[in-house]
C-alpha cells in the first residue's frame, strides 16, 4: 500500500493562513488523496479529496503537484476550532476490490494561537 | 439525519467479559467500517462490510465479530475482552465504494479493559 509521511506537528496564528504538506511518492494513478482532521474527543471528519486537479470547498484547499507525489491542504483563515489532527491519506481498494478503506498514519498536529 | 450513531459512549470491563458495541447509521449506506485508535495512533480498520449479509475482515480483525443483517446497523462484538483491546471504537459509514467517496464517521465508544 502506498504511505504517505506528514509532519508530526504545526503551529499557525489564529486568522493567518496554513498550508499541511504531505508527501506520496509511492502513489497509484488510481490513488484518491483526501485530508480527514479529528477535533479532541471526536470521530475524525471529511475534509477535503482531489486526484489531479487542485480543488476548493468551503471548508479547505487541495494543491496537488504535478507529479502527484506530493500535495497540501491549506487553510485560508485558521481559527481556533481548526486545532485538531490532520490526515492526509490515499484511498485504496481493499485487497478483494469490493470497498475502499481509509489507511491512517498519525498525521500532522496542528495548534492554532491568537 | 442523526448520522452515525455509537453506543455506548464509555464502557469499562474486566478481562474474560464480553460486549457488543453498537454502531447504527440513518444514510442508507451499503458500506459499514469498524476502527479502532489507541493512544497517539491513527486509525485502524477491523472489519468491514458491502452490505446486509457480507463482511470481511480488515487490518486487525482478531478478538472481534461482525454482522451485518440490516444496511443500518452494523455491531462490533468482543467475546473475551484483554486489556490490549482498550482503545476508542469508531465505526463509520460510505453510500458507496470508490475512491471518490467520503467516509462518515461516529463519535466513538471509549472501551477500557482491566
Known amino acids: 500500500d502506498a504511505k504517505t509521511t506528514q509532519p508530526n506537528s504545526m503551529e499557525s496564528n489564529e486568522e493567518e493562513p496554513v498550508h499541511l504538506p504531505c508527501n506520496h511518492s509511492t502513489i497509484s494513478g488510481t490513488d484518491y488523496i483526501h485530508w480527514y482532521r479529528q477535533l479532541p474527543s471526536q470521530g475524525p471528519e471529511y475534509v477535503i479529496h482531489g486526484l489531479t486537479s487542485n480543488v476548493n470547498n468551503r471548508m479547505a484547499s487541495l494543491a496537488i503537484a504535478e507529479d502527484r507525489k506530493s500535495s497540501t491542504l491549506i487553510l485560508h483563515r485558521a481559527t481556533l476550532r481548526d486545532a485538531a489532527v490532520y490526515y492526509c491519506?490515499?484511498?485504496?481498494?481493499?485487497?478483494?476490490?469490493?470497498?475502499?478503506?481509509?489507511?491512517f498514519g498519525t498525521g500532522t498536529r496542528l495548534q492554532v494561537t491568537l | 439525519n442523526a448520522g452515525v450513531t455509537q453506543t455506548p459512549k464509555f464502557r469499562i470491563l474486566k478481562i474474560g467479559q464480553s460486549m457488543t458495541l453498537q454502531c447504527a447509521q440513518d444514510?442508507?449506506?451499503?458500506?459499514m467500517y469498524w476502527y479502532r485508535q489507541d493512544p497517539g495512533m491513527g486509525l485502524k480498520l477491523i472489519y468491514y462490510?458491502?452490505?446486509?449479509?457480507?463482511?470481511d475482515k480488515g487490518e486487525v480483525p482478531n478478538g472481534y465479530n461482525v454482522s451485518r443483517s440490516t444496511t443500518e446497523d452494523f455491531p462490533l462484538r468482543l467475546e473475551l475482552a484483554a486489556p490490549s483491546q482498550t482503545s476508542v471504537y469508531f465505526c463509520?459509514?460510505?453510500?458507496?465504494?470508490?475512491?471518490?467517496?467520503?467516509?462518515?464517521f461516529g463519535p466513538g465508544t471509549r472501551l477500557t479493559v482491566l
Open positions: 463509520a459509514s460510505s453510500p458507496t465504494s470508490g475512491g471518490a467517496n467520503e467516509q462518515f
Open positions: 491519506i490515499l484511498r485504496l481498494k481493499t485487497n478483494t476490490g469490493t470497498a475502499s478503506k481509509l489507511t
Open positions: 444514510m442508507n449506506h451499503n458500506y
Open positions: 462490510s458491502v452490505g446486509a449479509g457480507i463482511t
